[in-house]
């Protein structure tokens, strides 16, 4: 089995960000790092974040800082990843890439203890940069310029201590004297020798400033003090002239502020009111802006609430340190303070949102000062606040992420054309069920009704430079209805169009002339009012119209073309005419090429299933030039034609012979597509409408197109008005709608379905059923977590978090959800410190209450010190009118957590601890059937397919079991030899399992054929009885014949298919948001082309930040038989000439293999 | 640039290496050899297909005794197959004519088993024609025949004339349902093995001491001595 593997969506979860102006000039950008992608975002000018370029570099982000050279204009990034190399990157305007400066190599790849790529730390003047592991080793790069102003980079300098650990590094700001960094480091040598632990409960962390002698090229330990043991951030404070220098260090409930030769200045975190006194405060992620005139920081709290620090200081001398309640936003995991006045904060958990400054917290607020900092027998006095509302910030923008993704079903519940997917994401309080569709989004701005049923509708400008469309024009079977936009949209009687006649096309003709075409005629409209009207010959009528500013074609019944041109002075002039064979079925012009008076191009399809491009030059007048089939509307140089079927047929179009070639076609939907222009963010973009709408577009360099999430529409036009810049205008029955098309470039748009889900431990599964049932789809699922007090607060929880409890407290409730009305039909508290675990729907044979839900529980769990429980439980429940709400029946405990359940043969299995249970169910209570005790450590999944079952265990990867009936058995008859950490699994078929480790890999196992049939055929069930493997083992072995290193945790896989017909794929969501698909190849021919490909790319198109992909994808195990799509889809974005030697290696044209690449992605989604 | 592209003169070299291993491998025969996908080679014509890591070695290990006597005996094979496929196929032409002569059955021995081929060739005949007839007869009487002789698994032979047919058809259902009445009776059984029952050797069921029961459980000693 061979499998394609293509990322659907990329990580939306980040991990660092970092703001700076990497395009140069005075633009600010943010990169962020999303695990295995580097993204450049940029805020718009209406505060909309948008996504310049999305790389990803194939191994894992770790770091990431940026640097600017003195008197540079342009910032540059330094990336530390598990490559074992530091890597610049800058940013390149024009190409739009990240273009690599330097790669240096320093270690081993991998994600080590002693390897450095940690962490980062700059010189605040960029010359210097410090790239530090978790343990021993820092390394410290000189950045310098060439005499050509190029960025050089030395040799690496050591700064190397054994065993230490390293907490934080940060740059000191020190001028321009040498460069010097500061460390918070712990020595564990003593604490490791002593056996005793004496020396390690008197472990000190210390805070060690690096000197780097510029002179001497030079690393030394200038200075190291104690510091307080709960210390986890530095921060640099500027100097040099703007400042005192040093480093804020952030520690448990305090900010102190530390320099060499100066007492530490200390001031303690305010607490919040409500939290409880054992609880510390940490600053999770800090921010510092500096203006000419001053500087503040603004750190974050593990709570959510930002303080700002001010620090009153006299030349060198640091008088008082200020720490001001400033506001409360989700916790981050970066702050990003732009100097166009935004703070960019990228969520640990949960959507990331951009905020605008209010204010800069100059009121008076809650402030802990180091000047009033009371120290009594019970220590430092603490501060406390109330959080309130935002005031000094406003959220503007959020970018959705589905981070972290616990679970997720592909079902179809709503029965569109494609199945949903049905995904459990967030933590605690903003947690939410997102339903996510294959498409774009859209957001509706207005819906109206029209008088009929409209058949078409344009929009025009009344000149070509005005901004805004002018006039709404809809046609109906009779008459043209004419609106004017302007601050509300009327209809008008004074615009000078027909509107007793039905329109064929309406547009701008010319510079400030419009011209309506009806059946009987053309309408030409000048800008002063006069109307000059062209009537047909005869009784014949106009069928088609094809336009552009300075060109029209009509094409009259009986097949004859007119075509007219505007001449110099704005008249509408006929020029030739043209017979054609039969009628035509449509025609189209392309748009006028700048500074041209004419296009060259003009595509007539015909009922004779042809597509003929003839020439509008006025030398060689519609000679035909070339012959394809089906119906038409070039974009740009392509012409993409629509064809009765409902495919989108693509051609591309020589620009001097008008040949066509490449061609493409696509099923769109059940009918035939029309085809309009629109404007898509500044671009032309096409807007096919078929069954449903798509969109063609270019984003990021790459033509997509992409199903529209909105319902079937007649006709449509591009729309732009002062309330809505970029929209459509559609007509669907007898409603018109005006839409905007939201965030390009996604691949799935999202509903969400807030979750009262809280959670406080790690370890928080939530499980999700969607079952249909009955008419309405009814989805149960469940999810847990810690708090013990009701919420009361009218600030809502989603924005300031829980209040919190003492640790080892757990709330829990089962939810009954009807995803079409997103009501919660049923909410079953749980109650007692009891925690839910697992959820399955079970039929208990021959009892009467059919369709039972089963819900795992445990009661009072505790990872830390050591995993202990109360108690477990199975409770059962049944539905109640119509699936909508739950009636518990009975409970069972058990002497384990019950982490899987599962139907079989009308019975319940359960996982509980080692366990593998069968339960049957009894008036009271489960009754315990039989068991096997065998597993090795902790059963998680339980898939089952007639009698066989496949037991997923925690560590140790599936375990194969059967079940016989006439001796009342269990028995496991084939294990895994590799000791696998599942997180995920999904049946594949009777052989065979899919798995995914939490170290990132998604494999397959197969029993042997063999094997499989010797287990089938055994009669008397001796075999399998008494058969016994080595060291405890099964007898039987599984084969792992699919392995792939996906970089992120997946957390679900699931079959389905994406698309209507299509065939079936593995679907896996990850934790950092991402959902990807493995698609299994058909044909031999694909598997050699794409494997070449992918051979290819590896050698020409090396990963970004320096981790070899064949490494990177076989960083556990060896990758076995998945070919790598996210690569190969890096092709187009290869140099054109690079390309062209990859495709004739491959015995193709580049072409072919984007037409290769683009089929097997249109099979997937 | 530090480490990529430029116009160092590695892959300069690089090149050449692959002009030269090109035209090494020009001279070899197609067929003798395989690329594998980890870009090493496999030599096709000895029988333990060793794999070659550079087409240089390749080319030294076709010149290397062991494969030429490989390269040797598999021409012979290739004429002696050959040969046979000739000699065969002259042969299908005299059976047809000839039933069997001494020299034909010899040869055939070597090749295949021509005595299995002749015997399945007349039973499938013989089988065909039956199965013809046997439709022509089942036309008229009805479905319970065909179930009789799936019951039985086995074609069992049919006389002419209505009365036997009768006779047949009671048998056929008195047995049908006994072999009902086993079959739920045997899944009844099975049902209280699931259920946590056990047997003692007496044949008298009682509780598995492992299993939970509800209070008011069918006891099968009195459920299935009913029956």
Request: aromatic content about 8%; glycine content about 8%; some cysteine.
């Amino acid at each position: 089995m061979y499998l394609y593997s293509l990322t659907l969506q990329q990580a939306t979860g980040i991990l660092c960000a970092i703001n700076g102006s990497f395009s140069g000039g005075k633009s600010q950008e943010i990169v962020v790092a999303r695990g295995k992608v580097l993204d450049l975002l940029r805020p718009d000018d209406n505060g909309k974040l948008q996504s310049l370029l999305s790389v990803e570099i194939f191994g894992a982000i770790r770091s990431l800082s940026q640097f600017r050279l003195t008197g540079a204009q342009k910032d540059y990034i330094v990336v530390g990843s598990d490559s074992g190399r530091i890597v610049i990157l800058e940013y390149n305007k024009e190409k739009n890439t990240f273009a690599k400066i330097h790669q240096e190599t320093f270690g081993k790849s991998g994600c080590r203890r002693i390897v450095p790529g940690q962490y980062l730390a700059i010189d605040p003047k960029g010359r210097a940069v410090m790239i530090g592991a978790c343990e021993k080793q820092k390394l410290v790069y000189v950045l310098n310029r060439d005499t050509a102003a190029r960025l050089t980079i030395s040799s690496p300098l050591e700064a190397h201590k054994s065993h230490t650990i390293v907490y934080s590094i940060c740059g000191v700001d020190c001028g321009f004297d040498n460069p010097i960094f500061a460390a918070i480091e712990l020595d564990y040598g003593e604490a490791d020798q002593d056996p005793t632990g004496q020396a390690a409960n008197e472990a000190q962390k210390h805070l060690t400033f690096y000197e780097l002698d510029l002179g001497l090229n030079h690393v030394s330990r200038k200075w190291s003090e104690q510091v307080d043991n709960g210390a986890n951030l530095l921060v640099t404070v500027p100097g040099g002239g703007d400042g005192p220098s040093g480093v804020l260090v952030c520690a448990e409930n305090f900010v102190i502020y530390k320099n060499q030769g100066h007492p530490d200045v200390r001031a303690v975190i305010p607490r919040r009111e409500d939290l409880p006194a054992e609880r510390g405060v940490l600053i999770v992620s800090a921010a510092m802006h500096k203006q000419k005139s001053m500087f503040f920081f603004l750190l974050q709290t593990e709570y959510g609430d930002i303080f700002k620090v001010m620090l009153d200081h006299d030349n060198d001398r640091v008088k008082e340190l200020k720490i001001k309640y400033f506001d409360t936003i989700p916790v981050t995991s970066s702050l990003c303070v732009l100097k166009s006045g935004f703070l960019f904060a990228a969520s640990e958990f949960g959507n990331h949102a951009l905020y605008q400054f209010q204010a800069i917290g100059d009121d008076p607020d809650v402030e802990a000062s180091s000047d009033t900092l009371m120290e009594t027998e019970e220590g430092f006095q603490p501060v406390f606040f109330q959080p309130r509302k935002l005031k000094n910030l406003v959220r503007i923008d959020q970018v959705e992420s589905l981070m972290p993704m616990m679970d997720m079903k592909v079902i179809n519940l709503f029965e569109e054309e494609t199945p949903q997917i049905f995904s459990l994401c967030g933590r605690g309080p903003r947690s939410s069920l997102r339903i996510l569709r294959p498409g774009l989004a859209i957001s509706e701005m207005a819906v109206s009704q029209l008088p009929g049923v409209p058949s078409a509708v344009w929009t025009v400008k009344k000149n070509v430079n005005d901004e805004f469309d002018a006039y709404i024009v809809v046609s109906f079977p009779n008459a043209t209805l004419v609106l004017s936009i302007g601050e509300t949209v009327e209809e008008v009687s004074d615009s000078g169009f027909l509107d007793t006649t039905p329109s064929l096309a309406v547009s701008l003709i010319g510079d400030d002339s419009l011209m309506q075409v009806h059946p009987s005629g053309i309408r030409h409209i000048r800008e002063d009012g006069r109307v000059n009207e062209w009537r047909t010959p005869g009784k014949r009528t106009i069928v088609k119209v094809g336009s552009n500013r300075l060109q029209v074609v009509i094409a009259l019944s009986g097949g004859e073309l007119i075509y007219f041109e505007v001449d110099m002075t704005g008249q509408l002039m006929e020029v030739e005419k043209h017979e054609m064979s039969g009628d035509v079925a449509c025609l189209d012009i392309a748009p006028v090429p700048e500074g041209r008076r004419r296009s060259r191009f003009l595509a007539v399809g015909s009922y004779d299933n042809t597509i003929r491009i003839l020439s509008l030059d006025p030398d060689d007048f519609q000679a035909s030039v070339g012959g394809e089939d089906g119906a038409d509307h070039p974009a740009s140089l392509f012409l993409n034609a629509g064809l009765q079927n409902g495919v989108l047929f693509r051609t591309v179009v020589d620009m001097v012979t008008g040949q066509l070639s490449d061609a493409r076609s696509r099923f769109l939907g059940l009918r035939a597509p029309k085809l309009f222009s629109i404007i898509v963010r500044g671009r032309r973009a096409m807007l096919c409408l078929s069954s449903r709408p798509w969109l063609g577009y270019i984003h990021q360099g790459h033509f997509l197109l992409t199903p529209l999430s909105y319902e079937t529409l007649e006709y449509a036009a591009s729309f732009s008005s002062d309330q809505c810049a970029e929209g459509v205008v559609a007509v669907a029955g007898d409603a018109l709608r005006v839409f905007t098309i939201e965030r390009l470039g996604e691949t799935f748009n999202e509903t969400a379905i807030p979750l009262r889900a809280e959670e406080r431990e790690a370890a928080k599964k939530e499980c999700f059923e969607a079952a249909g049932m009955g008419e309405n789809g009814n989805a149960e699922q469940m999810e847990n977590g810690g708090d013990d007090e009701d919420n009361n607060d009218p600030l809502s929880d989603e924005q300031y978090g829980y209040p919190k409890a003492e640790s080892g407290r757990w709330v829990s409730c089962i939810r009954v959800l009807d995803p079409r009305s997103t009501e919660t039909t049923c909410l079953l508290e749980l109650q007692d410190n009891e925690a839910a675990f697992s959820i399955c729907t079970v039929n208990f044979h021959d009892k009467e209450y059919g369709t039972l839900l089963a819900v795992g529980t445990a009661k009072g769990l505790q990872f830390w010190p050591k995993r202990s429980f109360e108690a477990g439980y199975i409770h059962i429940y049944r539905f109640k009118e119509d699936g909508r709400v739950l009636e518990l029946l009975h409970k069972t405990q058990v002497e384990g957590v019950p982490l899987a359940l599962c139907q079989f043969q009308g019975r319940l299995l359960a996982g509980i601890g080692p366990v593998l249970r069968l339960y049957d169910l009894g008036k009271r209570r489960l009754l315990r059937k039989c068991e096997n005790k065998l597993f090795p450590n902790t059963i998680t999944s339980i898939h089952t397919y007639r009698d066989r079952i496949y037991v997923g265990d925690m560590q140790e990867s599936f375990h194969y079991c059967k079940y016989r009936r006439d001796e009342n058995q269990l028995y496991i008859f084939a294990d895994d030899t590799v000791p696998r950490w599942l997180t995920a699994s999904h049946h594949i078929d009777f052989d065979t399992m899919a798995g995914a480790d939490k170290f990132g890999n998604v494999y397959f196992v197969r029993l042997p054929q063999d094997v499989s049939d010797e287990i089938e055929e055994d009669p008397t069930g001796g075999k399998i009885k008494w058969e016994h493997g080595k060291l405890n083992g099964a007898p039987n072995k599984v084969e792992e014949i699919v392995q792939y290193h996906i970089g992120d945790v997946v957390t679900c896989l699931h079959k389905a298919s994406l698309i209507p017909g299509g065939g079936e794929c593995i679907i896996y969501g990850t934790v950092m948001g991402s959902l990807g698909a493995l698609l299994s190849f058909t044909s031999r021919d694909d598997v050699d082309f794409f494997s070449h490909l992918e051979m290819h790319m590896r050698q020409e198109h090396p990963p970004l930040c320096g981790r070899d992909h064949m490494a990177y994808r076989s960083s556990y195990f060896p990758v076995k038989d998945v070919i790598d799509g996210d690569l190969c889809e890096q092709f187009p974005t290869l140099p054109m000439d690079l390309q062209r030697k990859i495709a004739d290696e491959l015995d193709r044209t580049p072409g072919e293999i984007l037409k290769k690449l683009e089929e097997i992605r249109n099979k997937i989604i | 640039m530090s480490v990529f592209g430029g116009d160092s003169w590695a892959r300069e070299a690089q090149c050449r290496k692959r002009r030269v291993d090109d035209l090494l491998v020009e001279g070899i025969d197609a067929s003798a050899y395989k690329k594998l996908p980890n870009g090493k080679f496999t030599c096709l014509v000895c029988p333990h297909n060793p794999i070659l890591d550079t087409p240089l070695s390749l080319s030294m290990h076709g010149k290397g005794s062991r494969h030429r006597a490989a390269e040797s005996r598999r021409k012979e094979r290739e004429l002696w197959r050959q040969e046979e496929l000739s000699k065969r196929l002259a042969l299908s032409n005299c059976v047809t004519s000839t039933s069997s002569s001494n020299v034909s059955y010899q040869q055939c021995k070597r090749g295949g088993k021509p005595l299995i081929e002749r015997t399945r060739k007349a039973a499938s005949e013989i089988f065909s024609y039956e199965i013809i007839e046997q439709r022509n007869k089942c036309r008229k009487p009805d479905a319970e025949s065909v179930i009789s002789s799936c019951l039985y698994g086995q074609s069992i032979e049919r006389k002419e004339g209505p009365v036997e047919m009768m006779v047949a058809r009671k048998e056929v259902v008195v047995d049908q349902v006994q072999q009902l009445d086993y079959r739920e009776r045997r899944e009844r059984e099975l049902q209280f093995t699931a259920a946590g029952w056990k047997r003692d050797c007496h044949g008298r069921w009682f509780k598995d001491e492992n299993v939970e029961f509800d209070s008011d459980e069918e006891d099968p000693n009195v459920v299935l001595n009913d029956k």
